[in-house]
């Protein structure tokens, strides 16, 4: 009986061959992949690509502002002395008068809020146009403002018959007591 001196080898017999590979192992990284982790990894590919060309595009714009702010030396005249200019007079303001109604006489309660303005001047105008219209106005001053109503009313239900008419003009009015 004779014994080889290698008696393993049996196993391994395509050792002394050529590598031959099989077929499937020879396939690229992303066939081994399911396609979750594919998506995965395309997803973290483009956040990253997109960090990378924002970093990219800052540092290029920080040189563009750093280009436009350069300082020149640019030669500058002694300062001369401006001609002085005799002094406007000024006008003295002539006062707006506007009727003020505080408080209705008697049981007149209700009136009809249109118009809240800052300025007097167009609250004035704006009580011209109301009494040209035929209408009663009454501004009333409260603090810096001046609010423009219509009417006094005894009873809210007479003032929401003049209302429809005016919402067509002022959207916001409203009935409000005096």
Known sequence: MVKDAHPQLELFSSINTPLNRDPQ?????????KRYEKIVLLTIGFIIFGIVSFCLGVEK???????????????SNP?????????LRVAPKQ???IPVVLKAS????YTIQLVTFQ??????????ALRKKGLKPLAIPKGSYVIVCVGS????????????DLKKRYQDCFIRRL
Request: net charge positive; glycine share 6%.
């Open 25 to 33: 192992m020879s396939r690229n990284f992303f066939s081994y992949l």
């Open 61 to 75: 714009g920080k040189g563009n502002i750093r280009q436009a702010y350069q300082y020149r030396a640019v030669a």
């Open 79 to 87: 300062p001369q002395e401006a001609p002085v200019q005799p002094a």
């Open 95 to 97: 006062e707006v008068v």
């Open 106 to 109: 008697g049981g007149q309660k």
């Open 119 to 128: 300025s007097s001047r167009l609250a004035q105008k704006e009580v011209e």
């Open 153 to 164: 009313f005894s009873s809210k239900d007479t003032a929401r018959s003049l209302l429809p």
